[in-house]
DNA sequence: TCCAATAACTTAGATTACTAAGTAATTGGT
DNA sequence: ACCAATTACTTAGTAATCTAAGTTATTGGA
């Protein structure tokens, strides 16, 4: 609510607060900023989710599916979910080689390529909304932050996974 | 990956880079927090989702079931899925009262209250993690340039459920 | 060369969220 | 005093995500 805090806090109670919660702020713009999306990319019959996928198939054709899955950080489940919707919906289709048998390639539909010159601009827009008010500095200054947070969770979740390596 | 971008990119560009969209850092920052903060919490059969409630409850017991779904982000259905749980778990005890029949008040056992001296710290944890190596000042400017970001789409979503109801 | 480990993907089942539609209780305008 | 609108909650059905446990193909060390 307070866009400034008036009142002095201890550091346990103050981060239990939800509003000053970084975990709780990301959650809010994240879902905030991905309703909006999906609002406008549903018009073309493309879910948030689906966007994603395809967000990295315009930049990344022809990658295997485990490649896409960790480009957007889904699990594997999550992507052969999400790529039988593409796939069905006509926007992906997956291809075998010889050379590996395992692997499965992805590429995309001409019909997908072609929405890319209109699904990729919502992005931008949702982005112009949220940044309303922002100077460019502080854009960058956001994302940067935001950023170095990531790497610092990264990091304990390294070490946790180092842990359980050796447990195992 | 990189800190700072080398390399200039038109705008639509610029911002259909995951790794500079807002929505997608902020993504990556909630569910990185959510999959620590839940390691810990499990360890009292706690999820991340039930945790959010208790949060909530902890700060204000005995409030009613919509203003519990509003003051965690959630829409009504989800509560009533989260209550189930957390009532089996013997951590909530929903109240009827003859005043007004249809309102549920929801109140914490005394193991849930317990259970706060745990788990509320859990929170403040993971928050000097992600935090570590930024400033208070760094800190209080992403949380502040968080909350004008969820306040820009938050005027957007504002303005698109004015424009429902009128067609409405 | 062979078999155990690894890699790529799939299936199954659970969780957490949503929207849409339903029920029951209350309120408010005529 | 009534009935339509609203409020509070529930149910039903769906979507997107996860973990754990498969299957099939490949690789690498004894």
Do not use: C
Not at 29 to 50: I, K, M, P, Y
Not at 115 to 125: G, H, K, T
Not at 138 to 161: F, S
Request: glycine fraction near 4%; avoid cysteine; charged fraction near 30%.
């Amino acid at each position: 609510m307070a866009k400034n805090s008036e009142v002095y806090r201890n550091p346990a109670e103050y981060y239990t607060d939800p509003e000053n919660s970084i975990g709780y702020l990301a959650r809010v713009v994240f879902r905030s900023f991905s309703r909006l999306l999906e609002r406008r990319t549903l018009t073309h019959d493309v879910s948030a989710g689906q966007w994603r996928f395809l967000r990295q198939l315009w930049r990344e054709d022809g990658i295997t599916q485990r490649e896409l899955s960790e480009r957007v950080g889904m699990r594997e489940p999550t992507t052969v979910v999400a790529l039988k919707g593409l796939e069905k919906a006509g926007l992906i289709t997956r291809k075998k080689t010889e050379d590996d048998r395992r692997k499965t390639f992805i590429h995309l539909t001409p019909h997908a390529k072609k929405l890319e010159l209109v699904l990729a601009p919502m992005n931008a827009e949702i982005h112009e909304i949220a940044t309303k008010g922002l100077s460019d500095a502080e854009v960058e200054m956001l994302q940067g932050l935001m950023r170095r947070v990531i790497d610092n969770l990264a990091d304990e979740t390294r070490k946790l996974a180092v842990l359980s390596d050796v447990k195992a």
